[in-house]
């Protein structure tokens, strides 16, 4: 903007028509961007950089005259704006984002002149009003943008036209006399009013008209005529609409104006609620609508459009708790925007104390009744903009009652007989209180959220039941106090009442009642987070989410002797040796205190700040008979401890009672899980205590022997000097350790024994545990000479029956495992010879048993590793080519199982293309399986991992797939063609680089280099490498292109039905407009330039009459729908504004039509006709009936 007015100043003419030229191409690409079906990126960036340049040259604030004079002889937004550009803004308010319809809606507002958008206004109007009588809430939410844009436009126009449609729609009905009544219901007496209110009021009318009907019959109006869609338009429209600021000429109108809307909102509020407030809403249907289902006779059902209407439970829900919302929030904003009457007879206001008042009894009832989470949440929304009010008010009666509600409600819940139910969650009781006391100013010293939380805090502690009998007070208390910790507004004001929230979610955990111990644990988790913070890494234990025990006791000084109080009582039975007693306090009590670590400060000798007292009682849960409980006291354990004290604590454990014959073995097992978590801090940083820990271990070497019969012990001991052997590299040669580990040859030969000998133990834990073990000690010794045991190889070698040389022991160890009756043992090594695998001489003489396993084995974990592992050493000479084939197509029949695990999937995928690049097949029938494969595996509803596996192996393949594609059959090579353009417009871009990737080798074929392209050029270039490939087999370059363009739903186009949801995700990266245009622009080239067989451009002529078969039934359906936007009679000659000559179409490059002219009902519709145009415009030129069956669409759209 400066840089032109710069020009203009320095009159370089030249300079000045490229920067003229410069923002007339970026204006006009901006706009091509718009087409139908394209992505919402592409909308949404084109619609910001439009609004950005208008901004700059049209509406800049402030600007002087004489700037804007000099700005509007270089370019203007408004000046270029053709009657295309116009259209393509009014189809973005169908786009399915919001932001998307508001950058358009404000672009019309601002860019386009009011006589222009009134020629418009009956057609969209219709087209509004159709939308929001239906049940899809995007189409209710494009009819009210429409309508706010058309308000501002001529409301007085826009009043009369809604009142037409209203009498249309109906005339569509029965008992219409009765309906009509309400039609030409004056909503004002003798005020005198503006043209918004006169919309507003025919709005209104067309609502009380749905909700006759809905009242009538709740469950046919959910899906026909639902109340929602009008309640959105109504309350868009209020949004431009400045309630503090109306004329003095309309206060009484808008005064009855309100008055009406907060009637009929309550009325729709009263007539959904036997639904939102059903106990179980998601499949309710109420007495009345049964009773109507009843009244139906079998005959009438076709005539009612029942058969097709979906009208059932879930079409019921959904209708009614979108009606909840649209109240909730339509109320919410007239209590927020509109004034209040005050008690002076010539004061200025719109509502009155009484019916704020009312609307706050609603929201109540319906946040203490409503079972449906989106129904509560969105009352939720309105009532915390009503508390806001409330309590900034400066009449008494208002300022005091939020107060009065929230004393009320505690009040309720310290009666016996108490009238609020448990729900889940408590439902939306908690959202009640946190509305007022998140909306509570400083001002008042917060004097509300004291007395509930002291009130809460109370009931939460002290009202516990003694039994399994459920105490609703007790059970609410806690899930009010869990919303309030999670509210983020509170913040600060929280902090003091953590110790209290602990306090009661500990008593809570410990109740005899199963709800309040659900809740307490609730409250536990929603305390963690507010004093630790949000989890941010997958570990669940990292250093992130700690605290020093002086900064957390410094907070809350008294949960320290509380924790001790209440750590000792729990472990007071385990210190008598009563292991019946079970304390559920216990494992939250050790939870809390692995957040706690020693300050390095000095504490000064405080004991209140010390965790020292901790320790011993935390040692005493190695008793416990719950496992969780052990595993929680080892890493309490290590947290408690400091960096010095590790060593002590070690010798302490030790002499604890490990090792003793006779001990318990629960005991046992929870002093080798502390051992095992200290010994794990000390290994990287001091090697030498470690060395020496286990060194002590050795000397108990019976427990990992057969003489423990406890296979729980006995793995742990296993996995701890498994531990020590995996980091044995860390360690310098240490004579110390050889000549102290007199006791580990026996130990290590018992453990062979036991592997090798499955009948002298039963114990598969153990087993699995010795063969890890064992493999990691045989790979890391073996391996390395400086510590290799030539006694332990020796014993490994004679029970093994090998000879003595290290690769023979290891070989013969893994095959043993390989080949062990149990899968798990085999499922063990496997995955240690994945994490640490055998040199490449032994891996490739292995390879024979992996390929015996993928063919015998079921087990999904077994093959996955399996293959994992064949995938870098499935080329040998080992095996021969027909074996290799047999695991192919063992793959490709068992990738055709229902329900088959991702991670197997993915694997074989992997395994099978490398096989297939690896071993070349002229096999047919197995390249069609293979690509039936890849496709089966690929979609939008598969997870990206799998997705990206598919355009690998697709990426390894190709070149298999097309070097004799003349010899294989048809559906191989046409399926990886149309697998290709699916990849290159995936949503992920690793699927769509690796796409890219391979498609530039193939041009590098063609150009002699290789060029890396960006995956939207390869798109393009793909129709061309088709060409390319197929040049000699005219017929085959047919069928790809025609198969796409099925696949695109050119021919397939499906309308009418209601459909609520989308099913599966969708992908909004796609846009088959551009490859359907590049799909017609080769069958242009090969109509105007044949090549080949002349002959094959019969498979054009069936294909064309195939797409004139749905284009006529398509136009049909159009013409016969109630979607059929009506025209007025006085407006028949007032068509869309004709395109001036000098306008160019600038939909997509290449375009030779006008599919920017429609304005059909939805943007989905929309781009489905714009393939459709693009497909008969080709088609023509080979087939003569296709001319007037385009025309007579083009002038069905112009129509629209």
Same mark, same amino acid.
């Given at each position: 903007?400066?840089?032109?007015?710069?020009?203009?100043?320095?009159?370089?003419?030249?300079?000045?028509?490229?920067?003229?030229?410069?923002?007339?191409?970026?204006?006009?690409?901006?706009?091509?961007?718009?087409?139908?079906?394209?992505?919402?990126?592409?909308?949404?960036?084109?619609?910001?950089?439009?609004?950005?340049?208008?901004?700059?040259?049209?509406?800049?604030?402030?600007?002087?005259?004489?700037?804007?004079?000099?700005?509007?002889?270089?370019?203007?937004?408004?000046?270029?704006?053709?009657?295309?550009?116009?259209?393509?803004?009014?189809?973005?308010?169908?786009?399915?984002?919001?932001?998307?319809?508001?950058?358009?809606?404000?672009?019309?507002?601002?860019?386009?002149?009011?006589?222009?958008?009134?020629?418009?206004?009956?057609?969209?109007?219709?087209?509004?009003?159709?939308?929001?009588?239906?049940?899809?809430?995007?189409?209710?939410?494009?009819?009210?943008?429409?309508?706010?844009?058309?308000?501002?436009?001529?409301?007085?126009?826009?009043?009369?036209?809604?009142?037409?449609?209203?009498?249309?729609?109906?005339?569509?009905?029965?008992?219409?006399?009765?309906?009509?009544?309400?039609?030409?219901?004056?909503?004002?007496?003798?005020?005198?009013?503006?043209?918004?209110?006169?919309?507003?009021?025919?709005?209104?009318?067309?609502?009380?008209?749905?909700?006759?009907?809905?009242?009538?019959?709740?469950?046919?109006?959910?899906?026909?005529?639902?109340?929602?869609?009008?309640?959105?338009?109504?309350?868009?429209?209020?949004?431009?609409?400045?309630?503090?600021?109306?004329?003095?000429?309309?206060?009484?109108?808008?005064?009855?104006?309100?008055?009406?809307?907060?009637?009929?909102?309550?009325?729709?509020?009263?007539?959904?609620?036997?639904?939102?407030?059903?106990?179980?809403?998601?499949?309710?249907?109420?007495?009345?609508?049964?009773?109507?289902?009843?009244?139906?006779?079998?005959?009438?059902?076709?005539?009612?459009?029942?058969?097709?209407?979906?009208?059932?439970?879930?079409?019921?829900?959904?209708?009614?708790?979108?009606?909840?919302?649209?109240?909730?929030?339509?109320?919410?904003?007239?209590? $927020?925007?509109?004034?209040?009457?005050?008690?002076?007879?010539?004061?200025?206001?719109?509502?009155?104390?009484?019916?704020?008042?009312?609307?706050?009894?609603?929201?109540?009832?319906?946040?203490?009744?409503?079972?449906?989470?989106?129904?509560?949440?969105?009352?939720?929304?309105?009532?915390?903009?009503?508390?806001?009010?409330?309590?900034?008010?400066?009449?008494?009666?208002?300022?005091?009652?939020?107060?009065?509600?929230?004393?009320?409600?505690?009040?309720?819940?310290?009666?016996?007989?108490?009238?609020?139910?448990?729900?889940?969650?408590?439902?939306?009781?908690?959202?009640?209180?946190?509305?007022?006391?998140?909306?509570?100013?400083?001002?008042?010293?917060?004097?509300?959220?004291?007395?509930?939380?002291?009130?809460?805090?109370?009931?939460?502690?002290?009202?516990?039941?003694?039994?399994?009998?459920?105490?609703?007070?007790?059970?609410?208390?806690?899930?009010?106090?869990?919303?309030?910790?999670?509210?983020?507004?509170?913040?600060?004001?929280?902090?003091?009442?953590?110790?209290?929230?602990?306090?009661?979610?500990?008593?809570?955990?410990?109740?005899?009642?199963?709800?309040?111990?659900?809740?307490?644990?609730?409250?536990?988790?929603?305390?963690?987070?507010?004093?630790?913070?949000?989890?941010?890494?997958?570990?669940?234990?990292?250093?992130?989410?700690?605290?020093?025990?002086?900064?957390?006791?410094?907070?809350?000084?008294?949960?320290?002797?509380?924790?001790?109080?209440?750590?000792?009582?729990?472990?007071?039975?385990?210190?008598?040796?009563?292991?019946?007693?079970?304390?559920?306090?216990?494992?939250?009590?050790?939870?809390?205190?692995?957040?706690?670590?020693?300050?390095?400060?000095?504490?000064?000798?405080?004991?209140?700040?010390?965790?020292?007292?901790?320790?011993?009682?935390?040692?005493?849960?190695?008793?416990?008979?719950?496992?969780?409980?052990?595993?929680?006291?080892?890493?309490?354990?290590?947290?408690?401890?400091?960096?010095?004290?590790?060593?002590?604590?070690?010798?302490?454990?030790?002499?604890?009672?490990?090792?003793?014959?006779?001990?318990?073995?629960?005991?046992?097992?929870?002093?080798?899980?502390?051992?095992?978590?200290?010994?794990?801090?000390?290994?990287?940083?001091?090697?030498?205590?470690?060395?020496?820990?286990?060194?002590?271990?050795?000397?108990?070497?019976?427990?990992?022997?057969?003489?423990?019969?406890?296979?729980?012990?006995?793995?742990?001991?296993?996995?701890?000097?498994?531990?020590?052997?995996?980091?044995?590299?860390?360690?310098?040669?240490?004579?110390?350790?050889?000549?102290?580990?007199?006791?580990?040859?026996?130990?290590?030969?018992?453990?062979?024994?036991?592997?090798?000998?499955?009948?002298?133990?039963?114990?598969?834990?153990?087993?699995?545990?010795?063969?890890?073990?064992?493999?990691?000690?045989?790979?890391?010794?073996?391996?390395?000479?400086?510590?290799?045991?030539?006694?332990?190889?020796?014993?490994?070698?004679?029970?093994?029956?090998?000879?003595?040389?290290?690769?023979?022991?290891?070989?013969?160890?893994?095959?043993?495992?390989?080949?062990?009756?149990?899968?798990?043992?085999?499922?063990?090594?496997?995955?240690?010879?994945?994490?640490?695998?055998?040199?490449?001489?032994?891996?490739?003489?292995?390879?024979?048993?992996?390929?015996?396993?993928?063919?015998?084995?079921?087990?999904?974990?077994?093959?996955?590793?399996?293959?994992?592992?064949?995938?870098?050493?499935?080329?040998?000479?080992?095996?021969?080519?027909?074996?290799?084939?047999?695991?192919?197509?063992?793959?490709?029949?068992?990738?055709?199982?229902?329900?088959?695990?991702?991670?197997?999937?993915?694997?074989?995928?992997?395994?099978?293309?490398?096989?297939?690049?690896?071993?070349?097949?002229?096999?047919?029938?197995?390249?069609?399986?293979?690509?039936?494969?890849?496709?089966?595996?690929?979609?939008?509803?598969?997870?990206?991992?799998?997705?990206?596996?598919?355009?690998?192996?697709?990426?390894?393949?190709?070149?298999?797939?097309?070097?004799?594609?003349?010899?294989?059959?048809?559906?191989?090579?046409?399926?990886?063609?149309?697998?290709?353009? $699916?990849?290159?417009?995936?949503?992920?871009?690793?699927?769509?680089?690796?796409?890219?990737?391979?498609?530039?080798?193939?041009?590098?074929?063609?150009?002699?280099?290789?060029?890396?392209?960006?995956?939207?050029?390869?798109?393009?270039?793909?129709?061309?490498?088709?060409?390319?490939?197929?040049?000699?087999?005219?017929?085959?370059?047919?069928?790809?292109?025609?198969?796409?363009?099925?696949?695109?739903?050119?021919?397939?186009?499906?309308?009418?039905?209601?459909?609520?949801?989308?099913?599966?995700?969708?992908?909004?990266?796609?846009?088959?407009?551009?490859?359907?245009?590049?799909?017609?622009?080769?069958?242009?080239?090969?109509?105007?330039?044949?090549?080949?067989?002349?002959?094959?451009?019969?498979?054009?002529?069936?294909?064309?009459?195939?797409?004139?078969?749905?284009?006529?039934?398509?136009?049909?359906?159009?013409?016969?729908?109630?979607?059929?936007?009506?025209?007025?009679?006085? $407006?028949?000659?007032?068509?869309?504004?004709?395109?001036?000559?000098?306008?160019?179409?600038?939909?997509?490059?290449?375009?030779?039509?006008?599919?920017?002219?429609?304005?059909?009902?939805?943007?989905?519709?929309?781009?489905?006709?714009?393939?459709?145009?693009?497909?008969?415009?080709?088609?023509?030129?080979?087939?003569?009936?296709?001319?007037?069956?385009?025309?007579?669409?083009?002038?069905?759209?112009?129509?629209?």
């Amino acid at each position: 903007r400066e840089c032109s007015i710069a020009l203009i100043k320095k009159s370089n003419h030249k300079d000045l028509q490229v920067f003229k030229d410069f923002l007339t191409g970026y204006f006009n690409t901006s706009f091509a961007s718009l087409f139908p079906g394209s992505s919402y990126q592409r909308r949404q960036f084109a619609l910001q950089c439009l609004t950005l340049q208008a901004s700059l040259f049209d509406y800049h604030a402030g600007q002087s005259v004489d700037i804007g004079k000099w700005i509007a002889n270089i370019f203007t937004c408004s000046s270029a704006l053709t009657t295309t550009h116009i259209k393509q803004l009014l189809l973005c308010i169908q786009d399915s984002y919001v932001t998307n319809k508001v950058l358009a809606s404000d672009l019309l507002t601002n860019l386009v002149s009011r006589e222009v958008l009134v020629e418009y206004m009956y057609n969209l109007t219709a087209l509004a009003h159709t939308m929001m009588g239906g049940a899809k809430a995007a189409e209710c939410s494009s009819s009210a943008y429409y309508m706010r844009l058309f308000m501002n436009v001529d409301s007085g126009k826009l009043s009369s036209v809604i009142r037409e449609l209203n009498l249309k729609w109906i005339d569509k009905l029965k008992h219409t006399e009765k309906l009509k009544s309400h039609s030409t219901h004056q909503v004002f007496s003798n005020n005198e009013i503006s043209h918004e209110l006169t919309v507003l009021a025919e709005l209104i009318n067309f609502l009380q008209i749905q909700l006759s009907l809905a009242q009538d019959n709740l469950l046919h109006a959910s899906v026909e005529s639902p109340v929602y869609g009008v309640l959105e338009v109504i309350r868009i429209s209020l949004e431009t609409i400045e309630l503090s600021n109306v004329p003095d000429d309309f206060v009484a109108g808008w005064r009855e104006l309100l008055g009406c809307l907060i009637k009929i909102s309550t009325s729709v509020a009263k007539l959904v609620t036997p639904v939102v407030c059903n106990s179980s809403p998601e499949g309710c249907l109420p007495d009345l609508a049964i009773n109507a289902l009843k009244q139906i006779n079998v005959a009438d059902i076709d005539v009612l459009g029942w058969a097709n209407s979906g009208a059932n439970a879930q079409s019921l829900v959904v209708c009614c708790w979108h009606c909840l919302k649209e109240v909730s929030l339509l109320l919410g904003d007239i209590v $927020e925007r509109a004034p209040l009457v005050s008690v002076e007879p010539q004061s200025y206001g719109l509502i009155t104390v009484e019916q704020v008042l009312n609307i706050g009894d609603l929201f109540t009832y319906h946040l203490m009744e409503a079972k449906h989470m989106g129904a509560f949440e969105m009352a939720y929304a309105g009532f915390h903009k009503l508390c806001g009010v409330l309590w900034a008010s400066t009449s008494p009666l208002l300022k005091q009652k939020p107060q009065e509600w929230a004393q009320k409600l505690l009040d309720s819940f310290k009666m016996q007989d108490s009238e609020h139910r448990v729900t889940r969650r408590s439902a939306g009781v908690p959202y009640y209180l946190l509305a007022i006391l998140s909306t509570e100013p400083d001002l008042t010293g917060r004097s509300c959220l004291k007395a509930v939380m002291n009130t809460l805090l109370h009931i939460a502690c002290n009202d516990q039941p003694d039994s399994d009998s459920l105490q609703p007070s007790c059970v609410h208390a806690l899930n009010i106090l869990r919303a309030l910790f999670r509210e983020s507004r509170l913040g600060d004001h929280m902090m003091p009442y953590v110790a209290g929230g602990f306090k009661a979610a500990l008593f809570g955990i410990s109740s005899h009642a199963w709800a309040v111990r659900n809740s307490s644990t609730l409250l536990f988790s929603a305390l963690m987070t507010r004093v630790f913070g949000v989890k941010r890494l997958s570990d669940e234990h990292c250093q992130e989410n700690k605290m020093t025990s002086k900064q957390f006791f410094t907070k809350f000084p008294s949960l320290h002797s509380f924790l001790l109080k209440e750590l000792n009582l729990a472990t007071s039975p385990l210190e008598a040796d009563r292991f019946d007693v079970l304390q559920p306090s216990l494992f939250p009590m050790l939870l809390l205190l692995s957040r706690l670590y020693p300050s390095t400060l000095d504490d000064g000798g405080d004991p209140n700040m010390s965790l020292q007292p901790f320790v011993n009682l935390v040692l005493r849960c190695a008793k416990s008979s719950v496992w969780k409980i052990r595993e929680a006291a080892s890493r309490a354990l290590l947290m408690l401890l400091s960096q010095t004290e590790l060593t002590k604590s070690i010798n302490l454990l030790y002499s604890s009672g490990l090792g003793i014959r006779g001990a318990r073995q629960n005991h046992t097992h929870g002093l080798f899980l502390m051992l095992y978590a200290l010994l794990l801090e000390m290994f990287p940083t001091d090697w030498k205590t470690g060395l020496n820990t286990i060194c002590l271990l050795l000397k108990i070497s019976w427990i990992g022997k057969q003489i423990n019969r406890c296979p729980v012990t006995r793995g742990t001991y296993l996995q701890i000097l498994g531990t020590f052997f995996d980091q044995f590299h860390l360690f310098a040669p240490s004579q110390q350790f050889h000549h102290s580990v007199a006791d580990k040859l026996e130990l290590f030969c018992d453990s062979l024994e036991l592997l090798t000998n499955t009948g002298h133990s039963t114990f598969l834990h153990t087993r699995l545990l010795v063969a890890g073990c064992c493999y990691c000690y045989l790979v890391l010794t073996c391996t390395n000479p400086s510590v290799c045991d030539q006694e332990v190889i020796s014993a490994a070698a004679s029970l093994l029956v090998c000879d003595h040389s290290h690769d023979n022991v290891i070989v013969c160890f893994v095959s043993t495992c390989l080949q062990h009756s149990v899968y798990e043992v085999k499922q063990c090594v496997l995955t240690e010879m994945k994490r640490k695998p055998l040199s490449n001489s032994n891996m490739l003489t292995l390879v024979p048993i992996f390929y015996d396993i993928g063919l015998s084995a079921t087990n999904p974990e077994l093959l996955t590793l399996v293959y994992e592992l064949l995938i870098d050493y499935h080329k040998t000479d080992n095996i021969s080519k027909d074996h290799i084939l047999k695991l192919m197509q063992n793959i490709l029949k068992m990738n055709h199982f229902p329900n088959m695990r991702m991670c197997l999937k993915e694997a074989s995928i992997n395994l099978a293309s490398h096989i297939l690049s690896s071993h070349v097949t002229d096999n047919s029938q197995m390249l069609l399986q293979w690509v039936e494969l890849l496709k089966d595996s690929y979609g939008p509803s598969q997870p990206e991992s799998l997705r990206r596996v598919v355009a690998s192996a697709l990426g390894r393949s190709w070149r298999i797939l097309l070097q004799h594609s003349s010899h294989h059959n048809d559906d191989v090579v046409i399926g990886f063609w149309l697998l290709l353009i $699916e990849l290159l417009q995936d949503y992920d871009v690793d699927c769509r680089s690796e796409a890219a990737r391979y498609v530039s080798h193939m041009m590098s074929d063609f150009q002699g280099h290789y060029e890396n392209m960006h995956p939207q050029y390869c798109l393009e270039v793909v129709f061309t490498l088709v060409k390319q490939h197929h040049r000699e087999t005219l017929y085959l370059y047919i069928k790809v292109i025609l198969q796409y363009l099925e696949t695109a739903h050119v021919m397939n186009f499906t309308g009418g039905k209601n459909i609520l949801f989308i099913e599966g995700p969708i992908n909004d990266y796609k846009e088959e407009a551009i490859p359907v245009q590049l799909a017609c622009n080769s069958l242009k080239s090969i109509i105007n330039n044949p090549i080949g067989d002349l002959a094959a451009l019969e498979d054009l002529k069936t294909f064309s009459r195939t797409v004139l078969t749905n284009t006529l039934s398509f136009i049909k359906h159009v013409e016969e729908s109630s979607t059929m936007l009506p025209r007025s009679s006085h $407006e028949s000659s007032t068509m869309l504004p004709p395109r001036s000559s000098h306008e160019s179409s600038i939909m997509l490059p290449h375009s030779s039509h006008e599919s920017s002219m429609m304005l059909p009902r939805s943007s989905h519709i929309a781009g489905s006709v714009h393939k459709m145009l693009l497909v008969l415009d080709v088609l023509q030129l080979i087939d003569k009936c296709v001319t007037p069956v385009l025309l007579k669409l083009k002038v069905l759209i112009t129509s629209l």
